[in-house]
């Protein structure tokens, strides 16, 4: 007979009441994963998407699901046993990951449970620096800042686009990182001003004074000022949010500058972009443990932190999916496990 676990499950698309705290099977580790036994798990926007159904993309992307599904992708945890075949990893390794993202986008990928198996080469050892709760927070909106601004890390086809998405040089360049305080955000003011470039960070006023600590050069309130009065020559808008309105930011780029569009649905700027000369470009992030790697060094050498906006425990999924909705979330919401 299976062992059980607790974790949170769908047994139905909708709101945040569908996610129902219980016992499930403990998965087993398959050749090539390891089960880590979850601390904490990260919440992102695609965990409040999978559990809505998708509704906000067009119909021929929306899962055909089986339930009852586990969702989550971020997790930070110890490694409980190895599968087949894995070398890299011994029981007990502290370990994080973005779990099979997007393989596992319309079925869950099973990260808020007590166990979750995991591709190896998914994960890495977690950063010393940062606790389980921290570190869960770490990996999807890292990878997506990573695979947008350093290396994208793969070659597979690009959901968003035709064309592989190209990073642009960043020493000495000016970067607006548009909604700066939340996940994607300020990891992306983080890992701009590591590369040298100055850093104007928009967000509302109450991440004034975190993004001024973690580097910002230039901090705008967009509930004040709007931004087109205050930027002129940027040359990368990194737009974090999925604003309705990117056209607007267009004229705020030099010409031969770059768009950079972490959610790129319903974005009509396209012909706008072409006649000023700005690229624009996107791309969906995926699950790469290496790349986790080479941030673990950075979280250890002080290089980058993650904020908590709020935690919660495990069984109380469906407040922390309340609180994602409400928005304006400075850094990560996280699950205690
Ligand atoms: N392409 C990919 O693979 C990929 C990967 C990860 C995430 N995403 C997408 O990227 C977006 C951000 O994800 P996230 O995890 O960082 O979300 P998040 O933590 O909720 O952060 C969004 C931030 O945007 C700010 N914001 C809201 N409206 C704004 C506006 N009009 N102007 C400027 N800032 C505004 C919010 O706070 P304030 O309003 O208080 O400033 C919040 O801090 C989501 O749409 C997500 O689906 C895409």
């Not at 676990?5 to 769908?10: G, N, Q, S, T």
């Not at 927070?137 to 690009?158: A, C, K, R, Y």
């Not at 309105?245 to 780029?253: F, G, H, S």
Request: charge should be neutral; glycine fraction near 10%.
């Amino acid at each position: 007979m299976n062992e059980m676990m607790k974790a949170v499950r769908l047994h139905a698309f909708g709101g945040p009441e569908v996610l129902v705290h219980e016992d499930a099977p403990r998965p087993t580790p398959a050749a090539g994963e390891i089960l880590v036994r979850v601390r904490a798990a990260g919440i992102n926007p695609p965990d409040l998407m999978l559990r809505d159904g998708y509704r906000a993309l067009p119909p021929e992307w929306r899962p055909n699901a089986s339930f009852p599904l586990i969702p989550g992708t971020d997790v930070s945890g110890e490694v409980a046993a190895v599968g087949a075949g894995v070398s890299r990893f011994r029981a007990g390794d502290e370990v994080y990951a973005l779990v099979r993202f997007p393989a596992a986008l319309m079925e869950g990928s099973g990260a808020y449970a007590e166990y979750v198996c995991v591709p190896a080469t998914e994960a890495a050892l977690k950063p010393n620096a940062l606790d389980h709760l921290h570190a869960a927070g770490v990996p999807m909106s890292l990878l997506t800042v990573w695979q947008f601004l350093i290396d994208q890390g793969h070659d597979e086809p690009n959901p968003f686009q035709a064309f592989r998405h190209r990073q642009v040089a960043l020493a000495g360049k000016t970067v607006v990182v548009n909604g700066a305080g939340g996940g994607v955000g300020h990891l992306a003011v983080q890992i701009a001003k590591w590369q040298g470039a100055r850093v104007i960070a928009v967000a509302s006023g109450r991440h004034r004074e975190l993004l001024r600590e973690l580097g910002a050069d230039e901090f705008l309130d967009y509930t004040q000022t709007p931004v087109a009065t205050r930027v002129r020559d940027a040359d990368l808008f990194l737009d974090a949010v999925g604003s309705p309105d990117l056209e607007r930011c267009i004229p705020l780029i030099r010409p031969g500058g770059a768009l950079f569009l972490v959610n790129p649905l319903g974005f009509a700027g396209q012909a706008q972009a072409a006649a000023r000369g700005v690229q624009v470009s996107s791309l969906q992030v995926r699950s790469h443990g290496g790349q986790l790697a080479e941030a673990t060094r950075l979280f250890d050498d002080g290089i980058l932190r993650l904020v908590i906006d709020s935690s919660y425990p495990l069984a109380d999924a469906a407040a922390a999916h309340q609180r994602a909705e409400r928005g304006s979330i400075q850094g990560k919401l996280v699950l205690r496990v």
